[in-house]
């Protein structure tokens, strides 16, 4: 494993666990540079995301930051659109997987880009 790598790990988890998509770093480097097929990405992606989203649940949880009225129903219809996504990414493959993905990540930094430049976030 080569230092940028690592970097790109812990840069990972910094975002992560700030909430931010951490894992969005993490798939465009594992696709981008060393040459992973988007659905092989993703799997190593969600298998990342579980310590440290523990971790982050435990400090979160500590601060006093996490409503546990929400927490069930967010759980549990997490867990029924993880599968259905899973499903759903095996049956298109990786080449849609990617070009979904990068469109995806195209629409988020337009949306963001715009609202910098015209100052319309609502924080």
Known sequence: MTALTWIAAFLTG???SLG???????????????????????????LFFLPIALLAVIIHRKNGLISFKELVPSVLTGILGAAAGSFAAKLMG??????????????????????????????
């Open 20 to 46: 931010v998509g951490g894992g969005m770093v993490l798939i465009v480097w594992l696709t981008a540079v060393m040459g992973m097929s988007q659905l092989e990405t993703q799997g190593i992606n969600l």
């Open 14 to 16: 910094l975002l992560a």
């Open 94 to 123: 990786s080449e849609l997987l990617g070009k979904i993905f990068a469109v995806f990540i195209l629409v988020i930094g337009a949306k963001e880009l715009i609202s910098a430049v015209f100052g319309n976030n609502r924080e």
